[in-house]
């Protein structure tokens, strides 16, 4: 890494921005980076390997000029279940009325149209719902037969062309990647994506077929987004390096009052397991064509906060909107300000999940009590893959944490752990090369003074993963 001026955050929630045209170029990512963007997202619904080529070259120009790692996340579509096409490009369609769905591809009219998904066909049933265009109508099937399904016009309203089909109340039985998900995930990795955003999650089964293909070149974050999902959430979890509560298709499937309570269960689950969490979508939405958000999404914003996410995500704010740069200010502003809040450190603090029984939560567990008791103003965490500060975040530690490791793919992915400021460092080989490292940079990155202790927590030997298991302080010289 270049030298540079010292870039620390001052708030321990991450800020996710999404690429797109708005923001697709050297100077505004500059921009969002110094407004507070920790980790950029591309999304991979859009946008040709070229366009993602490009991006992927503007962060880590960016990088290099900033000298701070930056993460990416490489967004994958997932299957995207649609109806065909009408005669008429749409059409009007009645409540109470039948609509026909079949696998015919002629173009359809109001009492019929082509469901190209013998899937959903497969796994129907009398009384099952269908939702369209994001949620605004709803079929409930009446009859179902091998080549259609007749269905109840319950929510009627125009229908247009191409328009999604969500399932709520199915688990089907189609893999989580397409084949142009593999062809983006393969580029992705090629490319080096820090996380793969993995959609259309159902099993944990999903989870392990990714996390095979990337074979530990990105840690693959599973997008909780539909209800089926969260019967399985726990051993998608324990799968999963990181994980997404995917609000947009979320909300459409589950009803609104549910959407709330799914997320604080997303976040609390994976809290319990350490296991970095971020929530998105529609966060700041009106940003989009308004500089400044709603009292509402300033709430929603501090409600993530407050239950301890590790991140909150910007979408087609800062991908399309008009004001990419306020919305990732005012996103920075508002975790800042909810950081600075009495409540919200006892709302952490009550929140703190038991350490687990091994050496490497005990260890993180005390570094945290350590810290507080001494007023450290920084704990210091080496480790090749980031296990160590992960452990340290799971905690929630008042102090900051300094992520030194050797590998700055580990630096980089760590951009997304709550509390974690990552830094890119040379091996050390001892446990007092591994202390006299950590006083220097907690001194040159501005988080520790002179005669101030910092607590230092790593692995002995050194140069293994998941071998935390000594904890210093010492006294910055």
Same mark, same amino acid.
């Given at each position: 890494m270049?030298s540079r001026?010292?870039?620390?955050r001052?708030?321990r929630?991450k800020?996710i921005?999404t690429?797109g ?6 100077e505004m990512l500059?921009?969002l980076?110094?407004?507070g963007?920790?980790v950029f997202?591309?999304?991979?619904s859009?946008?040709s +390997? ?7 070259a ?10 701070? /790692?930056?993460?990416i ?10 109806v065909? @096409?009408?005669?008429g490009g749409?059409v ?8 026909q769905? &079949?696998l015919? #591809?002629?173009?359809g009219?109001?009492?019929?149209v082509?469901l190209?998904h ?8 009398? =009384? ?23 269905? *109840? ?17 199915m688990?089907?039985p189609?893999?989580a990647l397409t ?11 090629e490319?080096?994506?820090d996380y ?8 944990a089964?999903?989870?392990? $077929?990714?996390?095979e293909?990337a074979?530990?070149?990105?840690w693959?974050m599973?997008?909780i ?8 959430? &726990?051993a998608?979890?324990?799968?999963s390096d990181?994980?997404m509560?995917?609000? =947009? ?10 959407v ?5 269960r997303?976040? @609390?689950?994976?809290r ?12 700041l939405?009106?940003? !989009?064509?308004a500089?400044?958000?709603t009292r509402?999404?300033a ?13 909150v995500m910007?979408?087609a ?9 306020e919305?990732?200010n005012?996103m920075d %502003? ?17 929140n703190? #999940?038991?350490p687990e +029984? ?6 993180a ?5 350590v ?5 450290? #103003?920084?704990i210091?965490?080496?480790s090749l ?14 102090a900051?944490?300094i992520g030194?490791t #050797?590998? $700055?793919s ?9 509390g ?5 460092t040379t091996e050390?080989?001892?446990?007092t ?6 006083? %220097?940079i ?7 003074? +002179?005669g *101030?202790h910092?607590?230092? !927590?790593?692995?002995? /030997?050194? =140069?293994?993963? =998941?071998t ?6 010492a006294?910055v010289k």
């Amino acid at each position: 890494m270049a030298s540079r001026p010292i870039l620390r955050r001052r708030r321990r929630t991450k800020i996710i921005a999404t690429i797109g045209p708005a923001s697709a170029n050297p100077e505004m990512l500059h921009k969002l980076f110094l407004a507070g963007a920790d980790v950029f997202r591309l999304n991979f619904s859009h946008g040709s +390997h070229d366009d993602h080529d490009k991006s992927f070259a503007m962060i880590r120009d960016l990088e290099k000029k900033l000298g701070r /790692p930056i993460g990416i996340l490489a967004d994958v579509q997932g299957p995207k279940l649609r109806v065909g @096409r009408f005669s008429g490009g749409r059409v009007q369609l009645q409540t109470g009325k039948s609509l026909q769905l &079949d696998l015919n #591809p002629t173009p359809g009219d109001v009492s019929r149209v082509q469901l190209a998904h013998p899937e959903i066909l497969a796994a129907a049933s009398i =009384g099952t719902n269908l939702l369209l265009d994001d949620g605004k109508l709803r079929l409930r099937v009446t009859r179902v037969r091998p080549d259609h399904l007749m269905t *109840e016009i319950v929510t009627g309203g125009m229908l247009s062309d191409r328009k999604g089909v969500n399932v709520p109340d199915m688990v089907l039985p189609i893999p989580a990647l397409t084949e142009k998900d593999r062809l983006d995930l393969d580029f992705a990795l090629e490319h080096g994506a820090d996380y793969i955003g993995l959609s259309f999650v159902q099993r944990a089964e999903d989870v392990a $077929e990714a996390k095979e293909i990337a074979a530990g070149r990105a840690w693959i974050m599973s997008k909780i987004e539909k209800p089926q999902a969260l019967d399985q959430l &726990d051993a998608i979890l324990a799968l999963s390096d990181c994980v997404m509560v995917a609000r =947009g298709d979320l909300g459409v499937e589950l009803p609104p009052e549910e959407v709330p309570l799914a997320q604080k269960r997303i976040v @609390r689950a994976a809290r319990q397991l350490g296991c970095p969490v971020v929530v998105a979508t529609q966060m700041l939405e009106s940003m !989009i064509a308004a500089p400044a958000p709603t009292r509402a999404e300033a709430s929603d914003v501090a409600t993530a906060v407050f239950d301890g996410a590790d991140a909150v995500m910007l979408s087609a704010e800062t991908a399309a909107g008009q004001y990419p740069v306020e919305a990732v200010n005012i996103m920075d %502003r508002i975790v800042a300000r909810v950081e600075q809040d009495p409540g919200w450190r006892a709302i952490i603090e009550s929140n703190r #999940p038991e350490p687990e +029984h091994s050496v490497a939560d005990a260890i993180a567990a005390a570094a945290r009590q350590v810290a507080h008791t001494i007023a450290a #103003p920084v704990i210091c965490s080496f480790s090749l893959s980031g296990a160590t500060a992960r452990r340290a975040a799971r905690e929630r530690p008042e102090a900051p944490i300094i992520g030194l490791t #050797p590998l $700055e793919s580990t630096a980089r992915r760590l951009a997304v752990v709550w509390g974690v400021h990552g830094v890119v460092t040379t091996e050390v080989h001892s446990m007092t090369e591994t202390v006299s490292r950590s006083c %220097r940079i907690a001194l040159q990155e501005g988080f520790a003074k +002179h005669g *101030e202790h910092v607590v230092v !927590i790593a692995g002995v /030997p050194f =140069g293994q993963a =998941g071998t935390t298991n000594a904890l210093r302080v010492a006294v910055v010289k």
